[in-house]
């Protein structure tokens, strides 16, 4: 993957395989510390200790039509190799959390990439589930809770092109304040 958007999409659809509701994603970036993180929880299936124990090795996956599973073993990639570390939090039944953390000026950090279009994309693709997305940067912070939305919405679905061209541009306009592009 060359943009670390695409992990936060590949750790999300890995939670809606798990029968996730409600999926939390959170962008955390701190220059005065060099730091970015990111960070994607779920109330999915959750995995026992074996399979945790397992994740991260690229021939460990779930997946019936292929033995090789690379989405967390990418992610960890990234991060380690970025002067960060990485995570997997998860518990049978509970959920799932992923984090990873990077150096922000680490010459092998890939960009951040387009993570509004990502976000919007999950929103307008899985309209049954509930979405918390953070964006943090320097101290300047936006949320969108797609359960807050919903209930503005009087009955019209996250997924109604109307709807999607509002989300579109409030994701957009609130990167565009919180970070400009930056990561």
Sequence with gaps: MRELA?????????SLSAGAKNIQIGLKADTQRDEMEIRIADDGCG???????????????????RKVGMGLPLFRFSAESAGGD???????????EVCARYKIGH?????????????????TMNPDVDFFVTAEFDGE???????????????????????????????????VTIYGGRL
Excluded: C, H, W
């Excluded at 995995?47 to 039509?65: G, I, N, Q, S, W």
């Design 6 to 14: 695409l992990n936060i999409l590949d750790i999300a659809e890995n």
């Design 47 to 65: 995995m026992d200790a074996e399979m945790l124990a397992r994740v991260t090795d690229p021939f460990t996956t779930t997946r019936t039509t």
């Design 86 to 96: 990485f995570s997997v939090k998860s518990e049978k039944g509970k959920g799932t």
């Design 107 to 123: 010459i092998d950090r890939m960009p951040l990439g387009d993570f509004g279009g990502v976000v919007l994309q999950l929103i």
């Design 141 to 175: 912070k936006g949320v969108l809770d797609t359960k807050e939305f919903r209930a503005v919405m009087d009955g019209i679905p996250l997924n109604a092109p109307q709807v999607r061209v509002f989300l579109r541009d409030y994701i957009q306009e609130n990167l």
